[in-house]
């Protein structure tokens, strides 16, 4: 919105509507004076509405106070004491606006900190004018010694009241005009009306006994209380406007509470019952505030948590989509790769084989050996892709299992009919331990693999002249196949790592073996993703090892589905 | 002299298989691809047939089906030769009608003791 009024006339006019407002303020209280000497009063609301005024219009507004003060006192007083006492009246609430603006910096309602610090700065502002108001008169020989400590402590007292009551409910009216409308509801005039009606009593002519000796004062409290807990900081300091304006008006028109003999006694009584009640309820709207603007940044801080939490979701679902295709193109990969190597290693494997087998015609022993090491080396190159492309399809999870009833015992045999050969040429002898024949429901061929990788692992690490064990033991639900040898054995420290992919244990082992380094991880993959199963080994150096593997008798088609 | 038909796209699997059967007395003949394989198998009479399951054409399981589905192609002993080393695979290339399965990579010195025992099975 464009303000069409010049900058400088802008401030023309706040300075001119200050000055009026401090100088009319003073003339509402005028017929409220209880000290005869005239400028002293039990509650000077200009000091409010110069401190409020810099809330208003910042330090800018300090002319229309000065001019204010000087209209008001040139009437009372000559005119240097005038002057003097316009530049104080100025000064102090100055001061007290800097301090707040210094240590505050924010809305003095927000938090107890800074409602503690507008008290400390109205003190100091109320000491500033109350000292320099006395003093210029007391120079100027326009207070008499006697009663000049009597007027000083009229004079800190009225401003400080008018600090306390009229400040907040300027500052207050400021950020929240409309405050009235909180009190268009049933509650809201009911509350109105208690407290109307409290003052009445309290204050009014309609005491049923003595007031004076009993702390009906304290009638007031509840109300207060209501406003400040159901309406806000606004109403609170509206409220407790209407408070003082009640008691001070009851008092001066000789009803209420606080009417004692001496005016002196009666003003002092009334300063500090408001200004316990000003504080009181100040203290607790400031206690609300801080309270109502935590859970405010609370919430906000929730509700942004809950967004950020989304959109990190969000991220992550993005983030895990891209890493399952990329893992679905890795296995497509890897799927490929190895039937693109297979095809080939097929060809050097048979050719080898047919060569070395001396179909296409008679070899010497030199040639027959090299071809016996191509004809290895490419079987080893096919297990290895075999190997990759399994632990790649278990991996991602879509490999299927091929669920079949079964002998174990033939597959025993089997698996040790394929290993014989090579364990004989090395003068191993394999025993089987089993008590009687069992039908189990698995993956033959997965079964099959493990076992034949226990074994041929077991023959490869197993000196000449061993002796191999595969023993079956069988329990309500469970199969368990061991594998025994009296080779090398494997170090403690080393069990652990065995069936990790790669895992390949150090020392000559690693000359000898010349397998993938994938053969106990895949068995352990296949045994406890695909088989529902576990894997053990149990070893000493010198002495052999066990490799042992448990799994159900019956794999059910419901187990496989929930993986 | 026992008649070998072979269908089988990769040269050096023809070569492979096709010699070691020859080198062991039996006569082939081959095929290149599904459906050259199917009207050979039909046409010649050949006493088995050795057959690939990845070909470029048709796929193995139905070059078997077009060759059962003939009233000449009911009886012969057709063996499944692949390197689909998959769990469940024999039992699925049994279940579709083959009367053996055979996994490469062959070893040359067994594979002909293998074809003997599918081919006495399925007499």
Redo the contacts between chains.
Sequence with gaps: MKNTFHPILQTAVKIVLVAVAYFLSAKVVAPLSLVESGSVFAIWPPAGVALAAFFWFGYRAWPGIFIGALALNITLTPFLPSIQIAITNTLGPLLGFWLLQRYANKNIFDSTKTMALFFLSIIAASMVTSFGGVFSLWVHALVSKTVVVMVWTGWFLGDLIGFLFVTPLLVAVRREPDFMLRLFSVEGISMLAVLAATCLTVFGPFAFFNLVDYPVVYFLLPPLIWGALRFGSTVAVFSLFIVVVASISGTITGYGPFLRDDPNQSLLLLQSLNGMFAITILVMISIFRERELAQGQLKEYKDHLEELVNSRTGDLLDANKKLQELDHLKNLFLASIS?EL??????I???S??L??E??GPLNTKQKEQLDRINKA??HL?EIV?EVLDVSQIESGNN???V?MFSLAELISEAVKEIEMVAASKGLSIKVEMERDVMIQS?R??LYQCLLNYLSNAVKFTEKSGMMIVRVEESAEQIQISVIDNGIGIANEDQSKLFEPFERLESHLKVKAGGTGLGLYLTRKIIEDLLDGSVWVQSAVGEGSTFGLTIPKIITDKMKKEK | MAKALIIEDNENNMELISFILEANGYETIKAENGLSGVSMALGEHPDFIILDIQLPDIDGLEVLKRIREAEEGKTVSIIAMTSYAMSGDKDRMLKAGFNGYIEKPIDPERVIQQISEILALSK
């Design positions: 039937h297979r095809t080939p290693l097929n060809a494997i048979g050719f084989g047919v070395k087998s179909m296409a490419g079987g096919l075999a299927t299992v091929f079949e993956d061929r997965r």
